[in-house]
């Protein structure tokens, strides 16, 4: 029975020797690798996460640039229609250009006040001019196609009395109509902050 007894210790402190090892294992190895899998694990869900992030500021910044892009060129073509500066000479030199490709005489033009609206400044001139209906028609056309806004904020016409001699000379054909028109242009105003004027 002796013998039935040392086997049955041996046994035991077998199994009592692989607990304690198996608990010494778990403890001191596979318990501290499992925590740092967990954590790093965790580490892992949070860098997907931060890349998810950073990839949709990404394409959100790529967008944004387009849009940025998109709206500059959009200014580009405002700054064009819309100029810094009234340039009195240029618009007048334009105008006499437009009177010589249409059959019109140019009899005054005087650059009234400007005045301020918003961000921009109207400029407007007084023009009195000889010439006949399609004439006129012709250089408000033209006017109309200058590369900046030019608008006709008033418009008088009186026709002209025709001489017994001209209605004879059918082939002589002068000025039929006398014109006062109001052309408006627009310039930016000086020193206005449009990001502080698209904020309120």
């Known amino acids: 029975m002796n ?7 041996v046994i035991i402190s077998l199994v009592l020797l692989v607990l304690a090892g198996t608990y010494l294992w778990y403890v001191s190895l596979y318990r501290p ?11 892992h869900r949070q ?5 998810e992030t950073a990839k949709r500021q990404a ?26 500066e009234r340039n009195m000479s240029d618009f007048i030199k334009q105008l006499h250009r437009i009177k010589g ?12 006040k400007s005045r301020s609206v918003d961000f921009y400044m109207e400029n407007a001139y007084e023009i009195e001019m000889l010439t006949t209906y399609h004439g006129l028609g012709g250089f408000l ?11 006709v904020t008033s418009l008088d016409m009186t026709g002209l009395p025709r001489h017994e001699e ?11 109509v006398r014109s006062r028109l109001v052309l408006t242009t627009y310039s930016l105003r000086e020193n206005v902050d449009l990001e502080e004027k698209s904020g309120q």
């Open 101 to 112: 490709k249409v059959d019109a005489t140019i009899e005054r033009v005087s650059p009234l």
């Open 3 to 9: 013998q039935k007894n040392t086997k049955n210790l």
């Open 33 to 43: 690798l499992l925590d740092q899998v967990q954590k790093k694990s965790a580490e």
């Open 141 to 151: 056309s033209h006017v109309a196609n200058l590369p900046i806004i030019v608008d």
């Open 59 to 84: 394409a959100k910044r790529v967008s944004l640039q387009q849009e940025y892009d998109d709206l500059q060129k959009q200014w580009q073509v405002v700054e064009t229609l819309l100029p810094k």
């Open 47 to 51: 860098l997907l996460t931060s890349l």
């Open 166 to 176: 001209e209605e004879e000379e059918r082939d002589i054909v002068g000025p039929s």
